[in-house]
């Protein structure tokens, strides 16, 4: 999982386009924008992850920058 990756989808794709490209990894086929990644389990990472912020901001109206910094230490908090 690369945070800049991350931000990066979430800031250039709408829900409906990261949605879209979700969709394409969950039947195994090509996504039609490019997602960055060395695999297909981090690409699916990173879609996922920008899904997350850019809900987060549709739902509570709340800045990027803070919906990004509460993904991330959603993130650091379940790792420790």
Do not use: W
């Amino acid at each position: 999982m690369k945070i800049p990756v991350i931000k990066k989808l979430a800031e250039q794709f709408n829900i409906a386009e990261l949605e879209k490209a979700e969709a394409a990894f969950y039947d195994e086929k090509q996504p039609e924008i490019e997602i960055p990644g060395e695999d297909e389990g981090e690409q699916l990472t990173h879609v996922m992850a920008a899904l997350e912020i850019q809900r987060e901001i549709r739902d509570t109206g709340c800045e990027f920058n803070t919906a990004l910094r509460n993904y991330t230490q959603r993130v650091r908090n379940s790792i420790s």
